[in-house]
């Protein structure tokens, strides 16, 4: 059964603390994703991978950095949260196929406050 | 852009009814068109996609519906039941530009027994 797992359910942090959410899925996907989730606005891209090491910006990258150094992980980093960072975070991945699209499969989501 | 719009954001049916959502897009490239349903605690899982060479694909009491001209798309489910309550988010993906989806704003869908 394939697989996207996500760190933390549940996380506090305080204003200018510097957050790590971690991505791992054991599906061998080239490509993973970061979004955010906030009511009446679905689901907004941070990040995005295609390869180890390679990341692109999505639509809403400010404050936020990622890593990629094994294909299983991808990182999502807040050098220094601040409370409009209070959101749902989630993971996904895929296998492109190079001929549209393919399936996401995302992770149960981290719930992110910061106080 | 590559801006989609999903309404409505509120759907609330009586169990059997069917139930409509609709999304328009912008992009004349888009060429994908996947539809997501998020319970409640879990991350969003696919319930039906469909490609721009097709106008409609069905998967037993779920239907989607594509106007490549008009630039919009609909999922239709028919008999519902409570179960179908969720979130609902459609997405669209293009040939060009970015490997990654553009979401919809969402459609909670609350069925009434």
């Known amino acids: 059964d394939v697989k996207v797992t996500q760190s933390s359910r549940y996380l506090v942090k305080r204003t200018g603390e510097k957050v790590f959410l971690e991505c791992v899925q054991d599906m061998d996907h080239e490509n993973m994703f970061w979004y955010r989730q906030d009511p009446g606005l679905g689901l907004r891209l941070i990040y995005f991978?295609?390869?180890?090491?390679?990341?692109e910006k999505g639509d809403i990258p400010e404050g936020y950095s990622v890593s990629r150094e094994k294909k299983e992980r991808f990182s999502l980093i807040l050098e220094s949260a601040s409370t409009n960072q209070t959101s749902m975070y989630l993971c996904a991945s895929s296998q492109f196929s190079g001929i549209g699209s393919n399936e996401q499969f995302f992770g149960p989501g981290t719930r992110l406050t910061v106080l | 852009g590559e801006n989609v719009e999903q309404h409505p954001s509120t759907l609330s049916v009586q169990e059997g009814d069917s139930a409509v959502i609709k999304c328009t897009y912008s992009?004349?490239?888009?060429?994908?068109f996947p539809w997501y349903k998020q319970e409640l605690g879990k991350g969003p899982q696919l319930i039906i996609d469909?490609?721009?060479?097709?106008g409609e694909k069905k998967d037993q009491r779920i239907a989607v519906t594509l106007n490549k001209t008009a630039k919009h798309f609909s999922l239709h489910i028919t008999e519902t039941q409570p179960e179908d309550s969720a979130v609902y988010f459609c997405a669209r993906q293009g040939y060009t530009g970015r490997r990654a989806l553009t979401f919809g704003s969402g459609t909670r869908l609350q069925v009434q027994p």
């Open positions: 469909i490609r721009s060479n097709v």
């Open positions: 991978s295609y390869d180890v090491k390679m990341k």
């Open positions: 992009d004349s490239a888009s060429n994908y």
